[in-house]
């Protein structure tokens, strides 16, 4: 079964400043990859995903991670964080389990707090 | 228009109870999920079903059922309720069971006194 690791359980940061949150991925032939946002009290949004061509993948609200094979790697980025971007973060991994049936594995989270 | 839906929103009862929380989705997607995250907000995917057919169930208990009168509804049923049951749970949907994105209600807060 496929897992991530986020490496930062906790990451503040200053408004205006840029923000990278780290995602390991476990090995695997094929891999799909994505990262989803939780604000204060509501449900989980998709950010970005990852599923083949272009090892850059741009989301929305200014984010954008890269996707590294050799390094196992997904990590997330903003070049300029605003005071809403205060959510908890996901990477999570698809994971196949039928033949058209995938299940999403999701990393521990990283809660990112701008300051002003 | 709220794409999933999940009610109550906040649930509080005592051990011991049965209690069912509904999720509805207007999308049209053919798969539905159930998550629980604990309060560590570590998430962990429950059971799935895809055009009302059961197609993941993790190790949950068998207090849990996940009930689908239709594929636009999942609803989940949890008898005995216990200590450990307090969590958000979260339904979503996607258009299939592939890798499609999966959107997320806002969540159900249950709390077992």
């Known amino acids: 079964a496929q897992s991530v690791t986020q490496l930062d359980s906790q990451v503040p940061v200053f408004e205006e400043a840029p923000v990278e949150l780290r995602c390991n991925y476990s090995?695997?032939?094929?891999?799909?990859l994505f990262w989803y946002v939780q604000y204060p009290n509501q449900g989980l949004q998709l950010l970005l995903k990852y599923l083949s061509g272009s090892t850059l993948v741009k989301g929305i609200n200014g984010f954008e991670a890269e996707f590294n094979k050799s390094q196992t790697s997904f990590h997330l980025r903003k070049p300029s964080v605003h005071i809403s971007d205060t959510a908890e973060y996901f990477c999570?991994?698809?994971?196949?389990?039928?033949?058209?049936?995938?299940?999403?594995?999701f990393g521990a989270g990283t809660t990112v707090t701008v300051r002003a | 228009d709220t794409a999933v839906s999940q009610t109550p929103k906040y649930l509080v009862t005592q051990m011991g109870n049965d209690k069912s929380i509904k999720c509805e989705q207007n999308l049209g997607h053919d798969t539905m999920y159930w998550y629980k995250q604990d309060s560590k907000k570590f998430l962990k995917i429950m059971f799935s079903?895809?055009?009302?057919?059961?197609?993941i169930n993790e190790t949950v208990p068998n207090r849990f059922s996940p009930k689908s009168p239709d594929k636009a509804h999942l609803n989940l049923h949890i008898n005995s309720l216990e200590l450990g049951d307090s969590a958000v749970y979260f339904c979503?949907?996607?258009?299939?069971?592939?890798?499609?994105?999966?959107?997320f209600g806002d969540g159900t807060r249950l709390s077992i006194l």
């Open positions: 090995s695997s032939v094929s891999v799909y």
């Open positions: 979503a949907s996607s258009q299939d069971g592939s890798n499609q994105p999966q959107h």
């Open positions: 999570a991994v698809s994971d196949q389990v039928g033949t058209n049936d995938y299940k999403l594995s």
């Open positions: 079903y895809n055009n009302k057919e059961l197609i």
